[in-house]
């Protein structure tokens, strides 16, 4: 059975891949191609959990109540067992998994080890998959899902060592081809020119061998930007209201982000061109090395792996919002809450009246 391992990176359309594959699990099947549901739902988030050093205790631990090393050495011998357990459940020759996480979390040589380690229990023919994407557009919109998990700090430059881990795609290749062997790894540009039929989703599927067609449903694109405006007042009310509270999801929070999404449209934030000059140049040489090894050409302008940028007009820089803002997007809010809290109470008014109904017909 062939393993594959879609690592992300972020912001490459992992959401879009993930949907199909989990909306279809079932005719996937049919075609002898297998979704893990042990490594999680649409995203296997599991496979970084567990696969993370010991000592860090991030947002994955917190979801999953890993606390304790104990809790956390349990849960990696459990989904080790669980995937052994999914692989020989049917004769599949495909077994597909899932998380940008993996790339984006496991930052050091000897965390990959422990994810493949789990892998190794289900089979050793694992090819690796990476999608890369611009370094300056990812770094604006790994901003805004920062902001949307629950990050209330202001819009800058990475330092050195969050650009080495997140954002060099060499030392990236570099740390995973060292352990699956750099035969296994296979790194695609995510841009539409580059993607067959300029689609993410096809462009994994005919790259696991999938043949797309009418037997699958397309999961409908969901809009999960918000522009600037939103993404500051969201800012704000991350330091009032934030995502984790005694080590749990805050329940106060609610489904804000999502709401926010429905009434938000507009520019994305973004740096100065500047400043995001400055951040590309860091890349220079190791997007050169990326380019030969994986390409084997170099862009003749621009930057040597993706060429020009092409910042486009819904872009902004992100600035404070003054109060007149703030209570309009309040008021958005408000109304949109209202309308499902009315929608909520006609739906139990009309139960109540089918339930009078059927008592009165018993009576």
Not at 189 to 195: C, D, M, S, V
Request: proline share 3%; with cysteine; net charge positive.
């Amino acid at each position: 059975m062939k393993i594959f391992l879609h690592i992300g990176a972020e912001k490459t359309g992992t959401s879009s891949i993930q949907r199909f594959f989990f909306r279809n699990r079932v005719e996937l099947q049919d075609a002898s191609v297998f979704y893990s549901l042990a490594a999680g739902g649409e995203n296997h988030m599991a496979l970084a959990a567990a696969a993370q050093q010991e000592q860090k205790y991030d947002d994955l631990r917190i979801i999953y109540g890993l606390d304790t090393p104990k809790k956390i050495r349990e849960f990696r011998t459990n989904l080790t067992q669980s995937l052994a357990e999914e692989a020989g459940s049917g004769d599949y020759s495909r077994f597909v998994l899932s998380s940008e996480h993996c790339s984006s979390r496991l930052t050091t040589t000897l965390e990959v080890e422990r994810l493949a380690k789990i892998l190794w229990s289900i089979g050793k023919d694992i090819t690796v998959v990476i999608y890369v994407r611009r370094q300056d557009d990812f770094l604006c919109s790994t901003y805004s899902t920062d902001v949307k998990s629950g990050y209330a700090g202001r819009m800058k430059l990475p330092d050195a060592a969050e650009r080495r881990f997140r954002y060099d795609y060499d030392e990236m290749l570099r740390r995973w081809s060292a352990v699956f062997g750099r035969e296994n790894i296979v790194c695609r540009i995510y841009q539409q020119e580059f993607l067959k039929n300029g689609d993410v989703v096809d462009d994994f599927a005919d790259l696991i061998g999938l043949t797309l067609d009418s037997s699958y449903v397309r999961p409908p694109r969901v809009n999960e930007s918000l522009n600037v405006t939103a993404l500051e007042f969201l800012r704000i009310f991350n330091e009032l209201v934030p995502r984790f509270k005694d080590n749990k999801s805050n329940p106060v929070r609610a489904d804000i982000v999502q709401v926010l999404q429905r009434v938000s449209s507009g520019p994305s934030p973004t740096l100065s061109k500047k400043d995001l000059a400055i951040f590309m140049g860091h890349f220079r040489l190791s997007n050169k090395r990326v380019a030969q090894e994986y390409f084997g050409k170099i862009c003749p302008t621009g930057d040597p792996l993706f060429g020009e940028a092409s910042h486009g007009k819904d872009k902004a820089e992100m600035k404070s919002i003054d109060v007149e803002t703030a209570i309009r997007i309040t008021a958005l809010l408000w109304e949109d809450k209202q309308a499902r809290i009315d929608k909520m109470s006609q739906t139990m008014s009309g139960l109540r009246e089918k339930i009078e109904k059927l008592q009165r017909k018993r009576n």
